[in-house]
Each structure stands twice: as structure tokens, then as C-alpha cells.
């Protein structure tokens, strides 16, 4: 089993900064990708941001170059740094983690979500 623990949501006015973490425990042999997902009321969950071995990333257009994902391999922790926030970046956002099990098995994660919330 893994346990996925998330932190640093908030609220925060438009303009303002968040840092989001995700930290995985557990069986694990490798951690294959780690992302950040979101869900805003009355949406479907979209993807906002992932890393995968080797530290490619990915980004939802409505968040380049406002976003970044970064990774503590040592620690197996994923961070979302979120500047210049604006209303619509708020959601619940939710850790994803993709592993491989010490059995070889591939497996995936979700974390219980995490409030941001972007008002003035």
C-alpha cells in the first residue's frame, strides 16, 4: 500500500503564489510519474501538471509558464509551484503517482485533494 500526503493549499489573491506538496510512502520500487491534478466545482478532473523518470514534464496550456512541477527523488515528493494565481486556478487539486510495486506490478495513487482557493 502507499500513502500519498498532500499540503499547502490555501486561499490566496489573484496575483499571489502557492506551493503544493505531495509526499509518497510505502511499497514502492519506483515511482514512474508523479502529477498534480485538479477540479474545479461542476468540472471534470483535468491534469495540470506531471514529471515523469528522467524529469520530462508536462503542463496544461492554462498553466505554462505560471506553474512549474518539480521533484525530490530522495524523498519521493512531488512540488507544484504556483505563481501569479488567478480565479480560475481554483479547485481541489489532487496528487497522482504512478509506481511500480516491489512485486513489479504497476499501480496508481490519488491523494485526498487539497483546497486552493484564488479571491480577493
Known amino acids: 500500500q502507499v500513502r500519498l500526503v498532500e499540503s499547502g493549499g490555501g486561499l490566496v489573491q489573484p496575483g499571489g503564489s502557492l506551493r503544493l506538496s505531495c509526499a509518497a510512502s510505502?511499497?514502492?520500487?519506483?515511482?514512474?510519474?508523479m502529477g498534480w491534478y485538479r477540479q474545479a466545482p461542476g468540472k471534470q478532473r483535468e491534469l495540470v501538471a506531471v514529471?515523469?523518470?528522467?524529469?520530462?514534464?508536462n503542463y496544461a496550456e492554462s498553466v505554462k509558464g505560471r506553474f512549474t512541477i518539480s521533484r525530490d527523488n530522495a524523498e519521493n515528493t512531488v512540488y507544484l509551484q504556483m505563481n501569479s494565481l488567478n480565479p480560475e486556478d481554483t479547485a481541489v487539486y489532487y496528487c497522482?503517482?504512478?509506481?511500480?510495486?516491489?512485486?513489479?506490478?504497476?499501480?496508481?495513487?490519488w491523494g485526498q485533494g487539497t483546497q486552493v482557493t484564488v479571491s480577493s
Open positions: 497522482n503517482v504512478n509506481i511500480h510495486t516491489p512485486r513489479y506490478v504497476r499501480d496508481e495513487y
Open positions: 510505502g511499497s514502492i520500487f519506483r515511482i514512474d510519474a
Open positions: 514529471i515523469i523518470s528522467g524529469d520530462s514534464t
